[in-house]
Nanobody
Framework: QVQLEESGGGLVQAGDSLRLSCAASGRTFSTYVMGWFRQAPGTERKLVAAISWSGSTTYYSDSVKGRFTISRDNAKNTVYLQMDSLKPEDTAVYYC???????????????WGQGTQVTVSS
């Protein structure tokens, strides 16, 4: 079992930066693929970034590529999402998720946090 808790969301202006954190509890955190999803009102939840067990492999959706950076610190059981050059279109609830597989873009992640709201004003 892995429990996840996101933090770091808030209200920012377009062009600003924000860093989300996801604290995980679980003895095998380092073996899990970690991902960040987001869901805006009226839209489906979409994967925006993911990172492998070792951190050597990452995935980014086209909409955030070049602006967002995912990282993990297994010693701290924490995964981060650094968001730069934020746009109003980035406004959404951001969810941290974990899965026991190896495919970063897997449809089904096993564990989910409660989400943190990110609002970007123009």
């Amino acid at each position: 079992q892995v429990q996840l808790e996101e933090s770091g969301g808030g209200l920012v202006q377009a062009g600003d930066s924000l860093r989300l954190s996801c604290a995980a509890s679980g003895r095998t955190f380092s073996t899990y693929v970690m991902g960040w999803f987001r869901q805006a009102p009226g839209t489906e939840r979409k994967l925006v970034a993911a990172i492998s067990w070792s951190g050597s492999t990452t995935y980014y959706s086209d909409s955030v590529k070049g602006r967002f950076t995912i990282s993990r610190d297994n010693a701290k059981n924490t995964v981060y999402l650094q968001m730069d050059s934020l746009k109003p279109e980035d406004t959404a609830v951001y969810y941290c998720a974990a899965q026991a597989g190896a495919l970063l873009t897997a449809t089904r992640y096993h564990y989910w946090g409660q989400g943190t709201q990110v609002t970007v004003s123009s």
